[in-house]
């Protein structure tokens, strides 16, 4: 399809194991943003890649959270030593960026629901 | 730092009936998006909102951004059983273009 697509949906980890979730946005859509939600929550910024470069990362909660999008396309969102805290939906957005100064709209994935055991 | 918050938290209609989700921000913001989460699914952009005051209608749903632009509304005249879902609005602070800051969300149940 022609949608940002997300994978695992689900992914299930034991406390201190590394988990990758990978996302694969929109062809032509320059903006990536990754998400953290929590059950009955609204989303919360993690991180924002313009292409390949990694502009915003204000939103990961620790050094354990690392992310890329080595080639401007396809991203990661790696989770080092994964807690039970952690354990949320983690969605994926893409967008045209900014154009004429208006922000536009984001297209999320499905998301991967990760549980930590 | 920024909080967006909305109100109520929950809301349950009956078929018919409208449906009103204020969101207050507590930083002025650029511009302010609304998102639909249907229960199990991923956010939905419904719309955007740029300038001070405007006010911008889709079939049954309505939707403000205040004059100071750090509040926003939501109206559904009429809901119906497809109207189920969470509603979020998100904003971008002035000045920053790539954070979006979403809202705490407002759940809508309607029945029959």
């Known amino acids: 399809g022609a949608g940002v697509s997300q994978s695992p949906r689900y992914k299930v980890a034991k406390r201190g194991q590394d988990v990758a979730l990978r996302c694969d946005p929109i062809?032509?859509?320059?903006?990536l943003f990754w998400y953290q939600q929590a059950l009955g929550q609204g989303p919360e910024f993690l991180t924002y890649?313009?292409?390949?470069?990694?502009?915003?990362k204000s939103g990961l909660p620790s050094d354990r959270f690392f992310a890329e999008r080595p080639e401007g396309s396809v991203s990661t969102l790696k989770i080092q030593r994964t807690q039970q805290e952690d354990s949320a939906v983690y969605l994926c957005a893409s967008s045209f960026g900014t154009i004429g100064g208006v922000n536009q709209p984001q297209h999320f994935g499905d998301g991967t629901r990760l549980s930590i055991l | 730092g920024q909080q967006v918050m909305q109100i109520p938290q929950y809301q349950h209609v009956q078929e018919g009936e409208d449906f009103t989700t204020y969101c207050n921000s507590s930083t002025t913001l650029s511009n302010i998006q609304w998102y639909k989460q249907r229960p199990g699914g991923h956010p939905v952009f419904l719309i955007q909102l740029v300038k001070s005051g405007e006010v911008k209608k889709q079939k049954r749903l309505t939707f403000q951004f205040g004059e100071a632009k750090k509040n926003s509304s939501l109206h559904i005249t009429a809901t119906q059983t497809t109207d189920v879902g969470t509603y979020f609005c998100a904003g971008h602070r002035t000045g920053t273009a790539s954070k979006l800051t979403f809202g705490t969300g407002t759940r809508l149940q309607v029945t029959l």
């Open positions: 890649f313009q292409n390949e470069a990694q502009l915003d």
């Open positions: 062809s032509g859509h320059v903006s």
